[in-house]
């Protein structure tokens, strides 16, 4: 299993951006989906984006869908989040999460999927 750490997240206003990634450790990194998850305080985990092993596919929230950008790089093990237009419903603390490395592992929004975490990062937007 690869080993997880987010970056640092965040203060931003509304209608701002932030981009927040995460490091992976581990030589299966390239063969698992990838995908970031948030929990805001009193609600449930919730799926946010994903992308499949080679970066080509990726699926959005619909809530993010068009705001945020998921990305990989294979080479440097690393999954990167750019959000734009950001919206105080917005603030939550950010996981991002790793599958099994099954080669073809295709983009997936179920938490139960993900066998790696990250330790989060909270992002925060001001009204």
């Known amino acids: 299993q690869v080993q997880l750490v987010e970056s640092e997240g965040g203060l931003v206003q509304a209608g701002g951006s932030l981009r927040v990634s995460c490091a992976a450790s581990?030589?299966?990194?390239?063969?698992?989906?990838m995908g970031w998850f948030r929990q805001a305080p009193g609600k449930e985990r919730e799926f946010v984006a994903g992308?499949?092993?080679?970066?080509?596919?990726?699926r959005y929230a619909d809530s993010v869908k068009g705001r945020f950008t998921i990305s990989r790089d294979n080479t440097e093990k690393i999954v990167s989040l750019q959000m734009t237009s950001l919206k105080p419903e917005d603030t939550a603390v950010y996981y991002c999460?790793?599958?099994?490395?099954?080669?073809?592992?295709?983009?997936?929004?179920?938490?139960?999927?993900?066998?790696?975490w990250g330790q989060g990062t909270q992002v925060t937007v001001s009204s």
């Open positions: 581990g030589a299966t990194f390239s063969m698992s989906a």
């Open positions: 992308i499949n092993w080679s970066g080509i596919n990726t």
């Open positions: 999460a790793a599958t099994s490395p099954k080669p073809g592992f295709g983009v997936t929004s179920l938490g139960s999927d993900y066998v790696s």
